[in-house]
Protein backbone atom coordinates (compact mmCIF):
# COMPACT_ATOMS: atom_id res chain seq x y z
CA UNK A 1 0.00 0.00 0.00
CA UNK A 2 3.08 2.27 0.65
CA UNK A 3 4.34 1.97 -2.41
CA UNK A 4 1.56 2.63 -4.42
CA UNK A 5 0.61 6.15 -2.08
CA UNK A 6 3.61 6.77 -2.70
CA UNK A 7 3.31 6.76 -6.44
CA UNK A 8 0.79 9.54 -7.30
CA UNK A 9 2.58 11.70 -4.55
CA UNK A 10 5.64 11.97 -5.91
CA UNK A 11 4.07 12.46 -9.86
CA UNK A 12 2.18 15.37 -8.56
CA UNK A 13 4.73 17.84 -9.26
CA UNK A 14 4.84 17.86 -12.81
CA UNK A 15 0.97 18.39 -12.80
CA UNK A 16 1.43 21.07 -10.30
CA UNK A 17 3.67 23.02 -12.86
CA UNK A 18 2.07 22.43 -15.82
CA UNK A 19 -1.55 23.85 -14.02
CA UNK A 20 1.03 26.76 -13.22
CA UNK A 21 2.18 26.91 -16.43
CA UNK A 22 -1.39 26.99 -18.28
CA UNK A 23 -2.85 29.29 -15.45
CA UNK A 24 0.36 32.21 -15.95
CA UNK A 25 -0.43 33.35 -19.59
CA UNK A 26 -1.44 32.10 -22.84
CA UNK A 27 1.87 32.83 -24.37
CA UNK A 28 4.28 30.59 -22.56
CA UNK A 29 1.56 27.87 -22.03
CA UNK A 30 1.61 27.37 -25.70
CA UNK A 31 5.43 25.45 -26.32
CA UNK A 32 6.01 24.58 -22.50
CA UNK A 33 3.16 22.02 -21.24
CA UNK A 34 2.76 20.05 -24.25
CA UNK A 35 6.67 18.82 -24.32
CA UNK A 36 6.03 17.93 -20.28
CA UNK A 37 2.18 16.89 -20.54
CA UNK A 38 3.10 14.31 -23.51
CA UNK A 39 6.01 12.91 -21.67
CA UNK A 40 4.36 12.71 -18.43
CA UNK A 41 1.38 11.02 -20.00
CA UNK A 42 2.72 8.44 -21.73
CA UNK A 43 4.99 7.42 -18.95
CA UNK A 44 1.78 7.23 -16.88
CA UNK A 45 -1.52 5.96 -19.07
CA UNK A 46 -0.76 3.82 -21.86
CA UNK A 47 1.56 1.19 -19.69
CA UNK A 48 -1.61 0.45 -17.62
CA UNK A 49 -4.01 0.70 -20.19
CA UNK A 50 -2.04 -1.50 -22.97
CA UNK A 51 -1.24 -4.39 -20.34
CA UNK A 52 -5.06 -4.77 -18.96
CA UNK A 53 -5.86 -5.57 -23.15
CA UNK A 54 -2.96 -7.15 -23.74
CA UNK A 55 -4.37 -9.53 -20.72
CA UNK A 56 -8.32 -9.68 -21.91
CA UNK A 57 -7.58 -10.63 -25.04
CA UNK A 58 -6.52 -14.45 -24.14
CA UNK A 59 -8.70 -15.19 -21.49
CA UNK A 60 -11.62 -16.17 -24.19
CA UNK A 61 -11.24 -18.59 -26.59
CA UNK A 62 -12.42 -17.63 -30.16
CA UNK A 63 -13.01 -20.13 -33.26
CA UNK A 64 -12.59 -18.95 -36.83
CA UNK A 65 -15.61 -19.93 -38.87
CA UNK A 66 -14.21 -22.38 -42.10
CA UNK A 67 -17.01 -20.76 -44.12
CA UNK A 68 -17.13 -17.24 -43.74
CA UNK A 69 -14.21 -16.23 -41.58
CA UNK A 70 -16.22 -14.82 -38.63
CA UNK A 71 -14.50 -14.76 -35.06
CA UNK A 72 -17.13 -16.44 -32.39
CA UNK A 73 -16.75 -16.64 -28.98
CA UNK A 74 -16.62 -20.38 -27.69
CA UNK A 75 -19.36 -19.78 -25.39
CA UNK A 76 -21.51 -18.37 -28.20
CA UNK A 77 -21.08 -21.53 -30.47
CA UNK A 78 -21.65 -23.44 -27.60
CA UNK A 79 -25.04 -21.71 -26.79
CA UNK A 80 -25.55 -22.28 -30.55
CA UNK A 81 -25.50 -26.02 -30.30
CA UNK A 82 -21.81 -25.26 -32.70
CA UNK A 83 -23.65 -23.85 -35.66
CA UNK A 84 -22.06 -20.38 -36.49
CA UNK A 85 -24.77 -17.52 -36.05
CA UNK A 86 -23.44 -15.62 -38.89
CA UNK A 87 -23.62 -18.08 -41.73
CA UNK A 88 -25.21 -21.30 -40.52
CA UNK A 89 -22.01 -23.66 -40.85
CA UNK A 90 -22.97 -26.92 -38.60
CA UNK A 91 -19.32 -27.06 -36.71
CA UNK A 92 -18.43 -30.42 -35.96
CA UNK A 93 -20.48 -31.46 -32.44
CA UNK A 94 -19.86 -34.28 -30.15
CA UNK A 95 -21.99 -37.54 -29.67
CA UNK A 96 -22.92 -36.19 -25.74
CA UNK A 97 -23.53 -32.67 -27.00
CA UNK A 98 -25.93 -34.13 -29.56
CA UNK A 99 -27.85 -36.53 -27.41
CA UNK A 100 -28.23 -33.25 -25.04
CA UNK A 101 -29.88 -30.82 -27.24
CA UNK A 102 -32.30 -33.83 -28.35
CA UNK A 103 -33.46 -36.00 -25.61
CA UNK A 104 -35.42 -34.61 -22.83
CA UNK A 105 -33.42 -33.95 -19.33
CA UNK A 106 -32.82 -37.32 -17.76
CA UNK A 107 -34.24 -39.65 -20.00
CA UNK A 108 -31.38 -41.04 -21.58
CA UNK A 109 -30.93 -44.58 -20.18
CA UNK A 110 -27.59 -45.69 -22.11
CA UNK A 111 -27.16 -48.76 -23.17
CA UNK A 112 -23.58 -50.94 -23.25
CA UNK A 113 -21.69 -47.98 -21.96
CA UNK A 114 -18.63 -50.39 -20.91
CA UNK A 115 -18.33 -52.25 -24.14
CA UNK A 116 -14.75 -52.12 -25.14
CA UNK A 117 -12.66 -52.97 -28.48
CA UNK A 118 -10.04 -55.68 -28.50
CA UNK A 119 -7.76 -56.35 -30.79
CA UNK A 120 -8.71 -59.47 -32.68
CA UNK A 121 -5.65 -59.30 -35.23
CA UNK A 122 -2.82 -57.65 -33.28
CA UNK A 123 -2.91 -54.75 -36.00
CA UNK A 124 -0.08 -52.51 -36.47
CA UNK A 125 -0.66 -50.12 -39.04
CA UNK A 126 1.28 -46.11 -38.72
CA UNK A 127 0.94 -47.53 -34.73
CA UNK A 128 -0.71 -50.73 -32.73
CA UNK A 129 -4.11 -51.29 -32.67
CA UNK A 130 -4.17 -50.70 -29.19
CA UNK A 131 -2.21 -47.87 -29.06
CA UNK A 132 -4.89 -46.27 -31.41
CA UNK A 133 -7.34 -47.04 -28.92
CA UNK A 134 -5.64 -45.72 -26.14
CA UNK A 135 -5.42 -42.20 -27.84
CA UNK A 136 -8.70 -42.06 -28.75
CA UNK A 137 -10.19 -42.83 -25.06
CA UNK A 138 -8.09 -40.20 -24.35
CA UNK A 139 -8.61 -37.39 -26.52
CA UNK A 140 -12.56 -38.03 -27.05
CA UNK A 141 -13.14 -39.43 -23.26
CA UNK A 142 -15.27 -42.32 -24.75
CA UNK A 143 -14.93 -45.78 -25.16
CA UNK A 144 -15.74 -46.21 -28.47
CA UNK A 145 -17.53 -44.32 -31.77
CA UNK A 146 -20.80 -44.53 -30.49
CA UNK A 147 -23.07 -43.73 -28.08
CA UNK A 148 -26.55 -45.82 -27.75
CA UNK A 149 -29.92 -45.92 -25.05
CA UNK A 150 -33.48 -45.66 -25.06
CA UNK A 151 -35.05 -42.44 -24.70
CA UNK A 152 -37.73 -39.63 -24.72
CA UNK A 153 -37.32 -36.83 -27.52
CA UNK A 154 -40.77 -34.75 -26.84
CA UNK A 155 -43.57 -37.64 -26.18
CA UNK A 156 -41.98 -40.23 -27.92
CA UNK A 157 -39.85 -43.06 -26.09
CA UNK A 158 -36.89 -44.12 -28.80
CA UNK A 159 -33.85 -46.08 -29.10
CA UNK A 160 -31.11 -43.52 -29.82
CA UNK A 161 -28.03 -44.30 -30.95
CA UNK A 162 -25.50 -41.37 -31.79
CA UNK A 163 -21.90 -41.55 -33.64
CA UNK A 164 -18.89 -39.51 -32.35
CA UNK A 165 -16.65 -38.53 -35.06
CA UNK A 166 -13.60 -38.04 -32.71
CA UNK A 167 -13.23 -41.81 -31.66
CA UNK A 168 -10.93 -43.05 -34.46
CA UNK A 169 -12.88 -41.20 -37.38
CA UNK A 170 -16.44 -42.89 -36.02
CA UNK A 171 -15.18 -45.81 -37.82
CA UNK A 172 -17.31 -49.29 -37.19
CA UNK A 173 -15.83 -51.83 -35.15
CA UNK A 174 -16.91 -54.73 -33.51
CA UNK A 175 -18.21 -52.26 -30.59
CA UNK A 176 -19.87 -49.88 -33.20
CA UNK A 177 -21.82 -53.16 -34.84
CA UNK A 178 -22.59 -54.59 -32.14
CA UNK A 179 -23.42 -51.68 -29.73
CA UNK A 180 -26.17 -50.44 -32.83
CA UNK A 181 -27.21 -54.31 -33.02
CA UNK A 182 -28.55 -54.93 -29.65
CA UNK A 183 -29.76 -50.91 -29.56
CA UNK A 184 -31.95 -52.28 -32.62
CA UNK A 185 -32.83 -55.20 -30.93
CA UNK A 186 -33.55 -53.49 -27.93
CA UNK A 187 -36.18 -51.47 -30.18
CA UNK A 188 -37.47 -54.27 -31.68
CA UNK A 189 -38.67 -56.04 -28.23
CA UNK A 190 -39.86 -52.77 -27.00
CA UNK A 191 -41.74 -51.82 -29.86
CA UNK A 192 -39.73 -48.57 -29.97
CA UNK A 193 -39.08 -46.13 -32.73
CA UNK A 194 -35.08 -46.02 -33.81
CA UNK A 195 -33.20 -43.25 -34.74
CA UNK A 196 -29.69 -43.42 -35.70
CA UNK A 197 -27.37 -40.50 -36.18
CA UNK A 198 -24.30 -41.00 -38.13
CA UNK A 199 -20.90 -39.91 -38.96
CA UNK A 200 -18.05 -42.14 -39.77
CA UNK A 201 -14.78 -42.76 -42.62
CA UNK A 202 -16.27 -45.77 -42.81
CA UNK A 203 -15.45 -49.52 -41.23
CA UNK A 204 -12.30 -49.54 -39.15
CA UNK A 205 -10.01 -51.53 -41.10
CA UNK A 206 -7.71 -51.99 -37.79
CA UNK A 207 -10.22 -54.94 -37.33
CA UNK A 208 -10.73 -56.34 -40.84
CA UNK A 209 -13.05 -58.47 -41.57
CA UNK A 210 -14.33 -58.35 -37.94
CA UNK A 211 -15.75 -54.36 -39.50
CA UNK A 212 -17.09 -55.12 -42.53
CA UNK A 213 -19.34 -57.52 -40.71
CA UNK A 214 -21.17 -54.83 -38.64
CA UNK A 215 -22.55 -53.97 -41.99
CA UNK A 216 -24.44 -57.51 -42.75
CA UNK A 217 -25.12 -57.59 -38.64
CA UNK A 218 -26.68 -54.11 -38.51
CA UNK A 219 -29.22 -54.54 -41.43
CA UNK A 220 -30.17 -57.68 -40.42
CA UNK A 221 -30.93 -56.35 -37.08
CA UNK A 222 -32.97 -53.28 -39.02
CA UNK A 223 -34.41 -55.79 -41.19
CA UNK A 224 -36.24 -57.53 -38.00
CA UNK A 225 -37.22 -53.88 -36.84
CA UNK A 226 -38.90 -53.29 -40.52
CA UNK A 227 -40.94 -56.26 -40.30
CA UNK A 228 -41.88 -55.29 -36.60
CA UNK A 229 -43.71 -52.10 -38.88
CA UNK A 230 -41.27 -50.00 -36.72
CA UNK A 231 -40.14 -46.82 -38.16
CA UNK A 232 -36.16 -46.26 -38.55
CA UNK A 233 -34.96 -42.81 -38.73
CA UNK A 234 -31.47 -42.82 -39.87
CA UNK A 235 -29.92 -38.78 -39.49
CA UNK A 236 -26.73 -37.78 -41.46
CA UNK A 237 -24.42 -35.83 -40.50
CA UNK A 238 -20.49 -34.59 -41.20
CA UNK A 239 -18.82 -36.29 -42.78
CA UNK A 240 -20.88 -40.10 -43.64
CA UNK A 241 -19.13 -42.50 -45.89
CA UNK A 242 -18.05 -45.86 -46.70
CA UNK A 243 -19.17 -49.26 -44.47
CA UNK A 244 -21.20 -46.84 -42.48
CA UNK A 245 -23.18 -45.01 -45.87
CA UNK A 246 -23.08 -48.69 -47.45
CA UNK A 247 -25.22 -50.30 -44.36
CA UNK A 248 -27.33 -49.16 -41.77
CA UNK A 249 -27.09 -44.90 -42.23
CA UNK A 250 -28.78 -45.49 -46.01
CA UNK A 251 -31.29 -48.53 -45.52
CA UNK A 252 -33.99 -45.89 -42.98
CA UNK A 253 -37.51 -45.45 -43.58
CA UNK A 254 -36.64 -41.64 -43.40
CA UNK A 255 -33.23 -40.85 -44.30
CA UNK A 256 -32.19 -36.75 -43.56
CA UNK A 257 -29.30 -35.11 -43.65
CA UNK A 258 -27.64 -31.60 -42.17
CA UNK A 259 -26.76 -28.92 -44.31
CA UNK A 260 -23.41 -29.52 -46.29
CA UNK A 261 -22.80 -32.47 -44.80
CA UNK A 262 -20.29 -35.07 -47.00
CA UNK A 263 -22.28 -38.00 -47.98
CA UNK A 264 -21.24 -40.61 -50.12
CA UNK A 265 -19.16 -44.50 -50.15
CA UNK A 266 -15.57 -43.61 -51.27
CA UNK A 267 -14.15 -39.80 -51.59
CA UNK A 268 -14.41 -37.93 -54.44
CA UNK A 269 -10.78 -37.60 -55.36
CA UNK A 270 -10.63 -41.95 -55.66
CA UNK A 271 -13.58 -41.51 -57.91
CA UNK A 272 -11.95 -38.60 -59.50
CA UNK A 273 -9.30 -40.61 -60.34
CA UNK A 274 -10.98 -44.16 -61.07
CA UNK A 275 -13.51 -42.36 -63.50
CA UNK A 276 -11.37 -40.36 -64.80
CA UNK A 277 -14.19 -37.79 -65.06
CA UNK A 278 -14.83 -34.11 -63.74
CA UNK A 279 -17.02 -34.37 -60.80
CA UNK A 280 -20.04 -32.12 -61.02
CA UNK A 281 -19.91 -29.10 -58.39
CA UNK A 282 -21.34 -29.84 -54.73
CA UNK A 283 -20.65 -33.15 -55.40
CA UNK A 284 -21.78 -35.60 -52.23
CA UNK A 285 -23.30 -33.05 -50.38
CA UNK A 286 -26.37 -33.43 -48.50
CA UNK A 287 -27.88 -30.75 -51.36
CA UNK A 288 -26.30 -32.65 -53.83
CA UNK A 289 -27.92 -36.54 -52.77
CA UNK A 290 -31.66 -34.21 -51.81
CA UNK A 291 -31.97 -33.11 -55.23
CA UNK A 292 -31.09 -36.50 -56.55
CA UNK A 293 -33.47 -38.57 -54.11
CA UNK A 294 -31.07 -40.07 -51.82
CA UNK A 295 -32.14 -38.46 -48.67
CA UNK A 296 -35.16 -37.10 -48.23
CA UNK A 297 -35.05 -33.98 -46.75
CA UNK A 298 -32.30 -31.41 -45.12
CA UNK A 299 -32.94 -30.23 -41.55
CA UNK A 300 -30.85 -28.00 -39.59
CA UNK A 301 -29.37 -28.76 -36.40
CA UNK A 302 -31.23 -26.14 -34.28
CA UNK A 303 -34.42 -27.58 -35.83
CA UNK A 304 -33.95 -31.11 -35.58
CA UNK A 305 -35.34 -31.82 -32.19
CA UNK A 306 -38.87 -30.17 -33.42
CA UNK A 307 -38.69 -31.69 -36.61
CA UNK A 308 -37.75 -35.43 -35.76
CA UNK A 309 -40.55 -35.42 -33.59
CA UNK A 310 -42.91 -34.45 -36.56
CA UNK A 311 -41.58 -37.17 -38.54
CA UNK A 312 -42.43 -39.29 -35.24
CA UNK A 313 -45.77 -38.11 -35.01
CA UNK A 314 -46.61 -39.06 -38.72
CA UNK A 315 -45.17 -42.51 -38.11
CA UNK A 316 -46.79 -43.00 -35.16
CA UNK A 317 -49.77 -41.81 -35.47
CA UNK A 318 -51.39 -45.20 -36.99
CA UNK A 319 -50.61 -47.49 -33.86
CA UNK A 320 -50.49 -46.33 -30.43
CA UNK A 321 -47.18 -45.50 -28.67
CA UNK A 322 -46.34 -47.86 -26.19
CA UNK A 323 -46.97 -47.17 -21.91
CA UNK A 324 -43.48 -44.23 -21.54
ZN1 LIG B 1 -19.79 -18.72 -40.49
Not at 151 to 179: A, N, P, Q, T, Y
Not at 209 to 231: D, E, I, N, V, W
Not at 243 to 265: H, Q, R
Request: overall charge positive; glycine content about 8%.
Amino acid sequence: MATTLNGPIVKMPPQRTKKTLGLETVEPAVTPPPSNSTETTFTKKPKPVSKSRKKEIPEGLWTKCPKCAAMIFDKELDENQKVCPKCQHHFPISARERINSLVETCSFEEMDADMLSVDPLTFTGVAAYTTKLEESKKKSGLKDAVITGVCKVGHHRIGLGVMDFSFLGGSMGSVVGEKLTRLIEASTRRTLPCVIISTSGGARMYEGMFSLMQMAKTCGALAYHSRAKLPYISVLTHPTTAGVMASFATVGDLIIAEPAAMIGFAGPRVIKDTTQAELPPGFQTAEFLLDRGLIDAIVSRKEMKTQLISYLDFFTSARKQPAA
